[in-house]
Structure formats: C-alpha cells, structure tokens
C-alpha cells in the first residue's frame, strides 16, 4: 500500500511538474486525495520557496568570466602542475648550485688542507694527512724512472722531518722520524734497483764460482811466490780465519783482482781454475773471502757512464747518501747538546740511522757495482756471488 | 532546441558554445542545490564556481550512458559539498540558526523571501542524510526520479520511498502538522 502511494505520489508530483493542475491531478486518484493533497501541496511550497534561490548578479557575472576564460584557456587548468614542475626545476637549478659551490668549496678545502699537511713536522696536527697526500702523488708515479725519483723525494723529506726533530732536540720524535726515514729509504733503494733491472746487465753470464770450492788441507806448505808478482789471487776456502789478513792485505796492495796468470802453487790441489793465495810468511791461505775488487762508490757511475738511466739511478744514490750524512750530522749534533740522560736515546737513533743506511746503502753498491763489474771485467773476474762473504767497506779500506 | 545528449557531445570534442549551454542549463540549479547544502552564500558561490570548473576539466571522461550529464553535474556538487560539509565539521560547527544569523546582521530585516528559504534549510537539516539527498536533489535540483537514482546509487523504487518519507517529514517541520 505504501509502496504503491510512493509511486502515486511521484507520478502527480511528476504531472504537476509538467505543468498539469493539482486538481487534475487528485481527480486521477480519489481514494488517496486526502493523504496526496497535502504532499503534493508541500511540494509546491518547497519548489516556491527554492525558487527564491537566486545566484547575486554579480556572482553570475564573474563565475561566467572564470568559466569562459577557463575554456579559452584551458591550459590554465594545468597551472598547478605546471607551477609545480617550475618549483621543482626552480629547486634543481638551486639545488644544482648548491651542490656545484659544495663540491668547490669541499675542493678547495681538501686541496689547502693537503698543501697544508704536506709542509706538515711530525708534530703538527696535519701531518696523519701527509701520508694519505704522498699516497696520492705514489699513485701518479707509473714509470720507474718517475717512481725512483718520488720515493727519493720522499725519503729526503722524511730525512728532513728527521733533521727537524734532531735539531728541536726531540728524542722521541726523531726515533719516530728515524724508523720512517728508515721505512722510505727501503722504498727508495728498491725503487732505484727497479730502474736498474730494466738495464741489459742483468743478463749475466754464467762463471764457475769458486767460492764453494773447499780447500783441501795440505800438510806441504805452499811455495812462496816472488814478490815481482803481485797479483793476488783469491781463493775460496770454508774457513777464513787464519789467513784473511794476508788475503785482504794483498788484495789491498793489487788493488784489483785479477786471476793468477800463472798458477803459483806447486801441488795445487784445488781445481785448475782456483786461484790460491799465497802468503810471504807461509800461512796456509785458509782464510780467503770472495774478495771482490776494491770497487768504490765512484765506479757504477764510470763504468756505466753511457747509459742515461744508470746516471740517474747514481744520482738519486747520492742524493740519498748526501742526505743520509746531512741527518746523521745534525742527530750527532743533536746528542751532544743533549742531557747526559739523553745522549743514549740519540746515540741510539744515530746507531739505527747509520747502521741501517749504511747497510743498504753498502749492499745496493756492491750489487750495482757487481753488476758493474760482470758487465765490464766478466772476463777476468769472476762473479762471486754471495753477498754474505762480501767485505764491508770498512774491511776493504782497512 | 538541442538535446542535452546533443550538447555534450559536442561539449566533449572541444565545442565551448556548447558548453557554455549546458552551463547556462545548470547553474542556477547547482547553485540552488548547493546553498540550501551549505551555511552561507559566499561558501556557494565558490562550490558552484569549483563544480563547473571541475565538470570543464574532467569532461573528456564523460560518458553519456553511464550518467546523464545534469546528474553527472549534480554528483559532482554533491562530492563538493560532501567534502566541504566534512571539513566543516572538523571546524568548530555553529548550528545552522546562529549560522544563518550571523550572516545576516539583523533577521527581522530578512526579507520575507530569505525567511522562507531560512526556513526551507532548517527542514531539511532536521531530516534523515538520505531523505535530505532524494529531496534535496529532487525538488531544489529537479532531477527524475532515475537522475537522482543514479546520483545517489540507489534504486528507482528506494528513491521514490525516500521522496515520499521526506516529504511528510517535510510538511510537518515546516507547518508544525502531518496528516498523512
């Protein structure tokens, strides 16, 4: 019934809106008149009440000016977008800027504070950089020329950083700086050794060494030779106790070794190609080292004076030995300035700065001027090969 | 006279004189619906403007047969003003008496054609939401009965119940009787 009236009810609403008279419409349903009177009377107030909704003139004015200038441009309708890709280009360019000036900025601060550091004394706050900056300039040196002549560099600067602690007389820093000196002066030599490993001297060529030939003890003294003949022969023995003296004092007086041109030992026992020393006072010759010709420090350079490479390579050699006399002179200096307490600590350093040093300093040179000599007199001196029996220079001076 | 399918579709491909008819069509019916929706003018004026400017950007994805465009425009308004009414509430909510009042600077200078709209708002306002929105959308807007079906998703017979409980609610909040 309700669901009935509902349809009734809007079929006259419906009539009535379509301009049909509210009796014409009740006369369609008399059984219902008097419940649809009064609806469809409220529903005439409402229309007449809801008619007097009317937009103001002017708000019907200038929304129809928003509207139709919206549809002339409708791309207008795209401005938020649009304002918010140009906010976001806006925030790239700056944001670009930002980054460019960051990124120049944080340059120019890396790159002064790695100047910085790189006049930087072990005691001062930038020199943990120093390292990390020599690092970088390592990384740039490929050629083993270039390589050679960073880590004398750096070992000259370490040698000064040493020099520097030496002279402030700080015995603390300068066995610090002494062990870095160290440490460089490791890399420089084995660098250097790198330029001359690309020398065709290395290609050497095989000798019998003697140096393993034991000497058979003999009971018959052996035959004094002549003193005319003044060439010193080497011999290797096992021992070299008894006769090392004799055998460094001739070798010393030659000057140069040389193989016997003529063998002097009536009952040679040792292989024919053995030289044997011989002594004026009848010692058997058991003591004989592998005594390499007097070879000084001057002699690498002379004798390879035409290759360009082994100049350099000799150039950084004194560098690196000018400098090393240069620390040790201001540690001795420094220890005899120093507090009776103190002298130990800088003896110490100098001990480890001499010692060290010269030790390689001696070895680099025997192997160069090993080198040297298998290049120049392989032909008449054989290679002895260990560098266990050589001589310290100070033994060959003697 | 053009047919309103007619229209939009000519609206559709980029016609503004045929835009611009349907929007003389419907805007005193949009504003209608949306002041007795919302508190004052100002907040209608501006929903009004928001909907037709909202149907000029969205009418490519207009589809005749899904809605009929008058309803299509009256759901827009009707998401406008839901929107705006939820936004309100968020608000500090005066009722609608001090609301109106406040508006107008003295009630008794209203003239007597604002009272009865006055009047008109706070019926509805006392009626269920889905009464409100069937007589709301079907006497201040003037849609069919399958119109205001669609708009509000609900079924033709459902509407129609709904415009019949309104109305006697209606008729007893405004004449203070029911004599159904």
Known sequence: ?398 | MLSEEYLVQQAINGNQAAFTQLYNQNFDRIHRYIFIKVRDRAQAEDLTQDVFIRALESINTYKWRDLPFAAWLFKIAHNRVIDHVRKQSKEKRAPLEEAYARSVEDPIQMTERDYEVYQLKLALEQLPEAQRDVATLRFIGQLSIAEVAKTLGKSEGTVKALQFNATASLRKALYGKFDV
């Open chain 1, 1 to 398: 019934m309700s669901r009935n009236l509902d349809d009734i009810f809007n079929e006259c609403y419906e009539r009535i809106r379509f301009g049909e008279s509210l009796e014409s419409v009740l006369r369609s349903y008399p059984q219902y008149r008097s419940q649809l009177e009064p609806l469809l009377r409220t529903t005439f107030d409402i229309g007449r009440r809801a008619s007097f909704i009317q937009p103001r003139p002017e708000f019907r004015h200038w929304a129809r000016v928003r509207f139709e200038s919206a549809m002339q441009y409708p791309q207008r309708q795209q401005e938020p977008v649009r304002r918010e890709t140009q906010a976001a280009s806006m925030w790239l360019r700056h944001g670009w800027a930002v980054i460019v000036s960051a990124g120049i900025v944080l340059m120019l601060g890396v790159g002064s504070t790695m100047a910085a550091s790189s006049q930087a004394m072990p005691t001062d706050p930038l020199y943990a950089l120093k390292p990390l900056t020599e690092d970088v300039q390592r990384a740039f040196a490929v050629s083993p020329d270039r390589k050679a002549q960073f880590e004398t560099d750096i070992a000259n600067i370490r040698a000064a950083e040493l020099q520097a602690m030496a002279d402030a007389g700080n015995a603390q820093e300068a066995a610090k700086a002494a062990q870095r000196y160290d440490d460089q002066f490791e890399k420089a030599v084995q660098a250097i050794l790198a330029t001359e490993g690309t020398e065709p001297i290395v290609t050497r060529p095989p000798v019998a060494t003697p140096v393993t030939t034991p000497t058979p003890v003999t009971p018959t003294p052996v035959v004094t030779p002549p003193v005319e003949v003044p060439t010193p022969v080497v011999t290797s023995t096992d021992n070299g106790t008894a006769g090392e003296n004799a055998a460094t004092e001739n070798t010393t007086q030659s000057g140069t070794a040389t193989p016997p041109a003529v063998p002097v030992t009536s009952e040679n026992t040792t292989p024919p190609d053995t030289p044997a020393v011989t002594t004026g006072t009848g010692e058997q010759p058991t003591a004989v080292t592998e005594e390499q010709p007097a070879v000084t420090e001057e002699q690498p350079a002379t004798t390879t004076s035409g290759s360009t490479q082994s100049s350099k390579a000799q150039e950084l050699r004194d560098r690196l030995n000018r400098q090393k006399s240069t620390v040790e002179q201001s540690l001795k200096d420094a220890r005899e300035k120093a507090s009776h307490q103190d002298k130990s600590n800088w003896q110490d350093t100098i001990d480890k700065v001499s010692k060290k040093t010269a030790t390689r300093t001696t070895s680099e040179q025997s192997d160069s001027s090993n080198q040297t000599t298998i290049q120049t007199d392989n032909k008449t001196v054989p290679n002895t090969g260990s560098d266990k029996n050589r001589p310290s220079s100070s033994n060959r001076h003697r």
